[in-house]
Each structure stands twice: as C-alpha cells, then as structure tokens.
Nanobody
Framework: QLQLVESGGGSVQPGGSLTLSCAAS????????MAWFRQSPGKDRELVAR????????NYHDSVKGRFTISRDNAKNTVYLQMDNLRREDTAVYYC?????????????WGRGTQVTVSA
C-alpha cells in the first residue's frame, strides 16, 4: 500500500528557508499529481502547491508565489517543497497529498504532516 511520509519541518526565523520532502513507500508515485496542503490552528486547510506527474504544470497559492517551489523526482519517489523567505503566517502543519484531481481537490492519499514554525 502506497504511503507518504513528510520530513524537513522545523523552526526557522522570518526570512529563512526550509525544504520539505515527501517520500513514498510501498509503491510508486507513478502519474499521480502531487500537492502540498497546510493547516494552522483555527484555519481551514489550504492548498499550497500542486504539481502534475511530468512536472509540466505547477500551481501555487497566491500567498506563496515567488517564495515556494514544488518539485518532484519520480525516480526517487519523492516530492519537495522549497520554502524561501518564510513568514510568520506560513506557520502550519504541512501535508503531502497524492492523487489530487485539480486545484483544491485533494486525492485520497495523505501523509501525517510535518510542523513548520516561523518565529523570531
């Protein structure tokens, strides 16, 4: 059974950078579109970035455009989220999602999440 495991979260100061990884095990990502969602306390879950299987199309939430970059290495069965110039409002639990059928339409495959905290 395909499973997703996120890593790379942590605490960073505003303006700093982190790279999240989402590794698949028990199978391959194949042609699954992949996405990163995030959720912070008291807020709805929101889609941060999405990438198609061949990496030909990438979409971002307006709040992270120009700061975050999603990528994937299908040979390594891994999806990445490079986060630069982090802001306090980026603080959230970040979840990897597989099988998204469109923008803000998550698939059924979820990781457990990794915490990102941005504070001075």
């Amino acid at each position: 059974q395909l499973q997703l495991v996120e890593s790379g979260g942590g605490s960073v100061q505003p303006g700093g950078s982190l790279t999240l990884s989402c590794a698949a095990s028990g199978g391959t990502l194949g042609r699954l579109p992949m996405a990163w969602f995030r959720q912070s306390p008291g807020k709805d879950r929101e889609l941060v970035a999405r990438i198609t299987w061949e990496s030909g199309r990438k979409n971002y939430h307006d709040s992270v455009k120009g700061r975050f970059t999603i990528s994937r290495d299908n040979a390594k069965n891994t999806v990445y989220l490079q986060m630069d110039n982090l802001r306090r409002e980026d603080t959230a639990v970040y979840y990897c999602n597989g099988g998204s059928s469109g923008w803000d339409k998550p698939g059924d495959l979820w990781g457990r999440g990794t915490q990102v905290t941005v504070s001075a």
